[in-house]
């Protein structure tokens, strides 16, 4: 809710003080704040759009321009509403700390290099002790919103090293205060960004890595073939008279099961052995088929997992559509040899951002898509 239960403080209750610097509105108490914020948040065109008809929000500026001591309305025209939260402007900051920061005069700046190069070096006086900190180059600031940084990019470093050194020296003074190009970066569980490796990624640092002998590896299934043809032919000239090397004695079947014979050994004889092994007739074990089903059915969990979570975000429908065209183009590379359900899943994710689709029946639609082969 954005509305201020209302108060019985009256709006003639609130003080105004007179100074050396001219006329101050001063609440006294937390009513005529309040009481304060109502009135202000119906101001209309002198406030900013995210600050009309929300009394909330203008107690806070209120409250924020009161520790300042400065005027509600000069805070307010100088916020922004960023990613969720109450952004202001690198003038007003600047202004902050020159005033509230508790320095012996104001902030010297020295600005050093060219173009991407520059650097500035602000220095103040805090408790007798002279403070300073050197920004880092302009071409290495990732942010940078606003534009004077292409205009006046000596003006706007300024500004960003004047915040820099208070976060420094005097925190106090800038807590809970930040920024357009800060707020920007925030990384909230709103804003977090998903780092988790995808799968295709998993499997690919998985088979980089040495493995031991498990499953199907064609280099051992040919060993363990050798062992088992040397095997036979060291068993062949070892039995006894009368016993054939196929396990049969005197008629009788040996209760020793018959080896495989070997391709070679059948070609050696003269004869075709249906039973003939070779490492070109061996298939992956069922282990392995089983394992390879889990991996297409993971990947297409996590695929219609993520395009549906991009047709429900908040993004505009023209954005979203966007974003879900070159998500499909991604995942094209991750399962090319499933792109009919990569198709299906694309469809039902537009017809989700389109309104056709409840995102619900779309999930259970996708869930019981992706488990047919």
Same mark, same amino acid.
């Given at each position: ?5 209302? *108060? ?30 109502? &009135? ?21 500026? +209120? ?7 400065? #005027? ?10 960023? %990613?969720?939260?109450? +952004? ?9 700390? %020159? ?51 292409? !205009? ?39 804003? +977090?960004? $998903? ?49 054939? #090397? ?7 079947? #040996? ?9 070679? $050994? ?6 075709? %052995? ?25 990947? *297409? ?12 975000? !908040?993004?505009?429908?023209?954005? *979203? ?7 499909? %183009?991604?995942?094209? #590379? ?9 198709? &299906? +899943? ?22 019981? *898509?992706?488990?047919?082969?």
């Amino acid at each position: 809710m954005n509305q201020i239960a209302p *108060r019985e403080t009256s709006i003639n209750s609130v003080t105004v003080t007179s100074g050396a610097n001219g006329s101050s509105i001063a609440p006294q108490n937390l009513g005529e704040v309040v009481r304060f914020a109502e &009135v202000m948040c119906k101001a209309d065109i002198a406030l900013p759009k995210h600050l009309r008809g929300n009394a909330g929000a203008c107690m806070a500026v +209120a409250m924020q321009a009161l520790e300042w001591q400065m #005027s509600p309305f000069a805070v307010a025209s100088k916020s922004y509403s960023v %990613n969720g939260t109450i +952004a202001y402007e690198a003038q007003l900051i600047a202004a902050v700390v %020159n005033t509230r920061s508790g320095i012996k005069g104001r902030l010297k700046y020295r600005f050093e290099g060219t173009g991407a190069d520059m650097t500035c070096t602000v220095t103040g006086v805090l408790d007798g002790e002279e403070c300073t900190y050197t920004s880092p180059p302009i071409g290495q600031i990732p942010v940078k919103n606003s534009p004077l940084w292409k !205009s006046d990019p000596q003006q706007q470093l300024g500004y960003f090293s004047a915040r820099s050194w208070a976060r420094r020296h005097c925190p106090e003074v800038l807590l809970g205060v930040y920024d357009r190009d800060e707020a920007e970066q925030f990384q909230g569980p709103d804003n +977090a960004k $998903d780092v988790t490796p995808s799968l295709m990624q998993r499997l690919q640092q998985r088979q980089s890595e040495p493995q031991a002998n498990e499953g199907f590896n064609q280099d051992f299934v040919t060993r363990e073939t050798e062992t088992l043809a040397s095997t036979q032919e060291f068993t062949e000239q070892d039995t006894p008279a009368g016993q054939s #090397s196929t396990g049969s004695v005197e008629g009788g079947e #040996s209760p020793v099961s018959t080896l495989p014979q070997s391709a070679d $050994d059948a070609a050696a004889e003269g004869g075709e %052995n249906p039973g003939a092994v070779t490492t070109e007739q061996l298939e992956p074990p069922s282990e392995t088929l089983d394992y390879l089903d889990a991996v297409a059915m993971s990947l *297409r969990e996590e695929c219609a997992a993520k395009l549906l979570e991009i047709a429900g975000s !908040s993004h505009k429908p023209q954005d *979203r559509r966007g974003i879900l065209e070159q998500a499909k %183009n991604a995942w094209k #590379s991750e399962m090319p040899n499933d792109l009919e359900f990569l198709k &299906v +899943a694309f469809e039902t994710a537009d017809g989700v951002i389109k309104g056709d689709i409840e995102p619900a029946k779309a999930k259970s639609y996708l869930d019981a *898509r992706r488990m047919k082969p």
